[in-house]
Each structure stands twice: as C-alpha cells, then as structure tokens.
C-alpha cells in the first residue's frame, strides 16, 4: 500500500500551510525594511524566517518517526549528518562563537528545509494567488526605489557611466540582481499562470521593467539566468527534463572551481566583458588561496574560520567551512530534492519555468554564493519556486 499524506491526521498540514505563508509575507518584509534600514522589521522578518523552519523541521520529524516515509526520512538524516558534521568542524577549527556558529548553520539549513517541508503542501488556489500578489508588490517595491535616492546608493559618482550599478539601497548590485531574478521569474509564472489579458498585459510590463531593472545590476550571471529562460520559454516545447541534465547542473559549481582558474591562466575570458566588469579580473587567486588554506583540514573544513561566507562560489563556500564531508552530504541532499521534484514528470509550462529557476541557483553559484550559503532571505525566495514546481496545468484546488 502505497504511503499517503493526505490520510495521515498526525501531520499538522494546517501550521505548515502557516509557517509558508510567513515566509512568503517575510520576503517583502525584507525587501521594504532592507533599502529603507528599518532594522526592527528586517530582524523581525529573519526571526520569523527561523522560526518558522524550526517549527516545519521538527513536525516533519515527529511525522517521520510516526510514518516512515523512505524520501523524507532520508533526507532527514542528511540533514542530521550535515548538522552533525558541522559541529566536529566547528570544535575543530577552535575560532568564533558558539552563537554565530549556531545562526550561520540555522541560516544555511534554510533552504533544505523548504525543500523539505514544502513536499507536504499542496498546491492550493489562495496560496498561489497570495504568491503571486506579494511578488508582485515586491515588483512595485523595486520600481518604486529605482526612481529614489536608493536607486544607485554606493555608485552615484559613476551615474551616466557604464561602471553606474543598479543597488535599490541593497548591499550591492549583486544582491539585488539576485532579488530581481527570483522575482523575474515569479512574476513569468504567474503571466503562464494567469489567463485574464488585463492580468497578463500588467505582468508582461512588470516583467519587462523588472528585466530593464536586472540589467542595470550588470551581474552578469542573473542576466544570463533571465536570458535562458528566455530561450526556454521561445524555443522548448515540452516540459521533459532529464535527471542527468539537472545533476550536471547541480555540479557545475563544483567543476567551475578546477576550470575556471585555467581559462584565466590562458585569457580565454577575456573577451566577456559586461557593464564595466571583466572575467580577466580574476577570482582565481581567491579560489587557490582558500583551497591551500583549508588543505590541512579538507575532511571537516574550518566552520569557525569561513563560517560559510560568500568565497563567490557556492561550493567553496562549503568545502571551507563543512570540507569534503559536508560537500559530500550537500550534494547528497539536493541531487535527491531536485530528482524528487521531477519524480512524476513537469505538469504545467509554470512548473517548468520554476524548474529552470531553481536550476539558475547552482548555475549563479558558480561565480557567488550566496544562494547556497546566504541564508534566510534567499531561501525564502527560492522556496516560492520549489512550491511552483508542483504546479498542475490541469488546474488546482
């Protein structure tokens, strides 16, 4: 007989519904109070963040050892082994607080938890119209702020020039490009999703402004992100999707590491050159300088020395601070997630273009991190994705 959530009354699907649309309220939260440095709101929204898995993880693993369910309860265990780990790092490494140790971890567990936890959901009429809407208030926020005094904060000077990158008042051009991109492709979904023309006609200028935004950022990875999905949507027909594609994507990031240093030996980067920014300013040096660092401790890595800071590649960022182990266990995680998101096939062109999103994740991880390391903030956007994979053309509920 085979297992089913919809039947099992120990599961507690009503706070799980609960907590995801306190993620999702959590998001715009963070875009406002970020530019505007409302500092209460946006401590309040990363509370809410950890919250929220907190409580999804430990209903998911009440329900496991109720219910044996062979991909959940794996997972699980990944989990526990990351955590595990981790922590031998961390002693090992003897360096940073037991505190940043323990957010840094909460906030890198993030996104495996939604990938996690989002498997009992549903796919709901009112969640996704909910989605839909708060992204699109997340679209007017970044509209609003590009014509504000926020719009360039950190680059003024460069205003008229090609070195003039786009920030909405974000950290830098690279994190808001990486909030544009999800939001870009949220808001795609939803023009799919949506069948009203006065519907589609808004989204179709919000996506466009939302694009004209996203190159102004010059990241030089999202915009290629945006640019395949693209391509994707004029040129695919189907929604199929090979496992062994998608496990070479999740490896990408990985193998950018080893290559990625001979093609700036040889200059073959050269020549890709973007809104004031060249390949030939290399990251290189940092990759090998990180690489020697951790040789000594490449089995646990140093938690407490990189504690899964931005090494401007997903992967490094992991290897620092988790070393081979934790990279064996991550990898371990998501090829199963993203297998497991495509078990019984892309239902829905919306389903697909949410897939090549997620996919875009390890793609831009091969140049930054944060999408991998980040945290909360991230994770919560990405999960709008993860939900949208499940999408029926069929209809929903």
């Known amino acids: 007989m085979i297992y089913s959530i919809d039947r099992d009354r120990t599961l507690k699907i ?11 309220i959590s998001n715009l939260v963070i875009f406002i109070a970020q530019p505007l440095q409302i500092t209460v709101l946006e401590i309040l929204a990363s509370r809410c963040y950890m919250v929220t898995n907190l409580v999804a993880f430990l209903l998911a693993i009440n329900h496991s050892l109720r219910n044996y369910i062979p991909y959940i309860t794996k997972q699980i265990i990944t989990i526990i082994f990351i955590i595990c780990f981790s922590w031998i790092s961390y002693l090992s490494s003897s360096q940073g607080g037991i505190y940043n140790y323990i957010i840094r971890l909460w906030c890198f567990l993030a996104l495996p938890f939604y990938f996690l936890y989002i498997n009992y959901l549903k796919v709901d009429r009112r969640l996704l119209n909910f989605i839909f809407l708060i992204n699109f208030l997340s679209s007017l926020v970044y509209i609003l702020l590009s014509f504000s005094k926020y719009s ?3 680059y003024e000077q460069y205003i008229g020039t090609s070195n003039a990158w786009l920030t909405l008042g974000y950290d830098n ?7 544009l991109v999800i939001n870009f492709i ?7 999703y949506y069948n009203k023309k006065l519907i589609r006609i808004i ?18 990875t999202c915009i290629l992100i945006a640019g395949i999905i693209i391509i994707v949507i004029l040129l695919k027909r189907n929604y199929r999707m090979s496992k062994y594609t998608i496990i070479s994507i999740l490896l990408l990031p990985a193998i950018f590491i080893i290559v990625y240093p001979i093609l700036y030996k040889y200059n073959l980067l050269y020549f890709f050159s973007f809104g004031g920014k060249s390949d030939y ?7 090998q300088a990180v690489l020697i660092g951790v040789k000594n401790q490449f089995l ?3 938690f407490g020395h990189f504690q899964l800071q931005n090494l401007h590649n997903g992967i490094l960022s992991i290897y620092a601070s988790l070393g081979i182990v934790g990279v064996i266990f991550f990898y371990i995680y998501y090829i199963r997630a993203y297998l497991n998101l495509i078990v019984n096939g892309l239902k829905s062109k919306t389903a697909f273009i949410a897939m090549i999103g997620l996919l875009g994740v390890f793609l831009h991880s091969c140049t ?21 994979v499940k999408l029926d053309e069929k209809g929903v509920e």
């Open 14 to 24: 009503s706070v799980l519904y609960f907590c995801f649309y306190i993620t999702v």
């Open 368 to 388: 930054e991190g944060p999408f991998l390391v980040g945290g909360s903030m991230f994770a919560g956007s990405i999960s709008i994705l993860i939900y949208l």
């Open 203 to 220: 989204l179709m200028m919000d996506i466009l402004y939302i694009l004209v935004l996203l190159i102004k950022t010059s990241s030089r």
């Open 152 to 154: 360039y904060v950190g």
């Open 300 to 302: 646990f890595g140093n």
């Open 173 to 179: 051009p690279n994190q808001t490009a990486m909030y």
């Open 281 to 287: 300013v290399s990251r290189s040096d940092l990759y």
């Open 186 to 192: 949220i808001l795609i979904c939803a023009f799919y």
